[in-house]
């Protein structure tokens, strides 16, 4: 029941940005990409080629409740079978202009710190960054609190830890850290588009999460960063336990209860 005094966080790893988060008695889907391996031609864009499908088909989801979409018009954040599952009439918050340009009803925009309740639990947009200075377009991402349940915050395709420092500064600490990562890069842009393995660390510490869930890593050739990049990180800098082990595919719990006093790491 949502609310209640032990309410768990469980994920599903399904590939590139995509997880099944069980949250507040909701299931709740994050930029989904359900597309079989191939390239994305756009012109005068870079072509984005997915080396990996989905560990779950469309059709093996269970019922989701939510769809959190950080940008809509990157194919490794919305791929068309992504866009089907959106248009087929799921509640979606996404940003003002992916609202605007995909003019469904059940699709809402939220502005930088905008909330809104759902069923239990609220849903907040944070900042996010898609490279320095936005290079990549406007995204958004999300921070989860039901009363009773642990804090989750999901980051979108976010580059910049000073985005980190802010949400950290309203939310600190979080529960549940669903981190985009593996250093995504373009021709055209000389920079990271998202978290460095290195910078997933520093964000983890300014957040003072006790669990990642990192994402972003797999099924994509722009991808800089691996998994075990991200893992290597992790060890080194003394906080491995921390990372989540998810397996594609494979559901797994990632925190039991909120914590109420937690200090810095």
């Known amino acids: ?33 359900f597309d079989a391996p191939q390239e994305y031609e756009r012109p005068g864009s870079t072509t984005l080629v997915k080396t990996h499908g989905p ?3 469309v059709a093996a989801l269970p019922p989701v409740h939510l769809i959190l979409l950080s940008h809509h018009d990157h194919r490794d954040n919305l791929d068309e079978a992504g866009l089907a599952l959106v248009r087929s009439g799921i509640p979606t918050l996404t940003t003002p202009l992916a609202a605007t340009e995909l003019g469904l009803p ?3 925009g939220l ?7 759902r069923r239990g639990f609220s849903v907040t947009a944070v900042p996010a960054s898609h490279g320095p200075g936005d290079a990549a ?5 999300f921070v989860l609190e039901a ?6 915050y999901v980051s979108g395709d976010n580059s910049e ?6 949400i950290a500064a309203r ?15 373009v021709p055209r842009i000389d920079a990271a588009l998202t978290l460095t393995s290195v910078d997933a660390v520093a964000a983890t510490r300014m957040l003072g999460a006790r669990a990642v869930v990192g994402v972003h890593t797999e099924d994509w050739r722009h991808f800089s960063e691996s998994r075990a990049d991200l893992e290597a990180a992790f060890a080194a800098a003394g906080i491995a336990d921390l990372l989540v082990a998810t397996p594609r595919g494979v559901r797994a719990s990632v925190a039991e209860e909120p914590r109420s006093d937690v200090s810095g790491l």
């Open 55 to 57: 560990a779950l088909d």
């Open 147 to 152: 009363p009773g349940a642990p804090t989750v």
């Open 106 to 108: 059940h699709v809402r």
């Open 137 to 141: 377009g406007p995204v958004t991402g």
């Open 111 to 117: 502005e930088p710190w905008e909330a809104t309740a």
């Open 1 to 33: 029941m949502p609310g209640s005094s032990a309410s768990p966080v469980t994920v599903t790893y399904v590939g590139g940005p995509t997880v099944l988060l069980e949250y507040a008695g909701l299931t709740i889907l994050t930029d989904p990409t």
């Open 161 to 166: 830890l000073d985005v980190v420092d802010e």
């Open 171 to 185: 939310f600190a600490p979080i529960d549940v850290a669903v981190l985009f990562a593996g250093a995504a890069r």
